[in-house]
């Protein structure tokens, strides 16, 4: 029996349709870029560890890899040295590494520090043990500073000095910042500058009974302030800005969530360091999650900061120190 007319036409139609698309090339995935991002472990990090878990770099054409490291001078040297294209760590190392004429510059920021109630992000603790009850008390004890010539060593010196007393009087370890709660407990050190979560964890810890000494890096903070920040070597930056494009639209993809459930960033806090509930709560995690470029009148407190403790020898101009992502 003959096909018939209709089912004759659609194999016709058919076949007419494969013929054509076998002439039509195929257009290929898109290429990922491999980035690899090294950083400390600290609660402003989560927002790039949770687009990475997301798969919101992958989404962008972006094979994220994130190393973490111990301290801000260690990620300057990842990033320069290329064994990492992507740096997170407080501004202060950025900011030695460029007066030294490394070439990173900073592209985006995460959190600030200023004046107002709860504008800070960094704190100088004792232990209840060690007998300290405020800055003054500092002279002859031993602080903990995740590196020198990093956050920490900026922050002890401007309270020292205003307490009327120098960082030379004191002793110091490096520790870094998740071992310091083990520092303090065990008598190691008698204070330390410390970050959320181990701010908060040290203060409800029954060994410890962390006392806050100060708040914030600087003592001078009329003008907000960079604190967290992501930079990149400069030549590098340059030559790949659709890469940094790709990598701050997967960012504010996790933004968005954070926005959306305003509960999903502390239950990130609570998973990643392994905390209990009740003492997150009690933290401070309110990032903006807003816009990541800063500005360089968000740079320069910090720069003046580091002139007027003469860890800077000479003038750095805040805008040499930020890369435009365009």
Known sequence: MN?????????????????????????????????????LRTIAFIPV????????????????????????????????????????SASVPVLFARAQNQPIRIFDAFTYESAKAGGQWTWLVASEKSGIKSVKDLAGKTLAMNAMGA???????????????????????VVPFPQMQAALQLGNADAACVVEPFFTNMRVSPEIKAIPLASGIVTSQAQRYTLDVLFAREDWGRANQEALRRFNRGL???????????????R????????SPAVVSLMKSDLEFTELQPSSAEIKPLIDGLLRQGLLKTELKPEDVILQVK
């Open 3 to 39: 096909p018939h007319p209709t089912t004759r036409m659609r194999a016709a139609l058919l076949g007419a349709a494969l013929a054509v698309a076998a002439l039509v090339p195929v257009a290929p995935a898109q290429a990922q870029t491999s980035l690899k991002v090294a950083g």
């Open 268 to 275: 990130q806090i609570t998973e990643d360091f392994k905390l």
């Open 252 to 266: 504010m993809l996790a933004f968005a969530d954070y926005r959306k459930d305003p509960t999903l960033f502390r």
């Open 49 to 88: 560890t949770y687009a990475q878990k997301q798969g919101y770099f992958k989404r962008e054409g972006l094979d994220v890899e994130v190393i973490t490291v111990g301290a801000g001078p260690a990620v300057i040297s990842a990033v320069a040295s290329g064994s990492a294209q992507i740096g997170y």
């Open 151 to 173: 956050v920490c060593e900026l922050q002890f010196r401007e309270h020292m000095v205003k307490a009327g007393i120098t960082f030379d009087s004191a002793k110091k370890i």
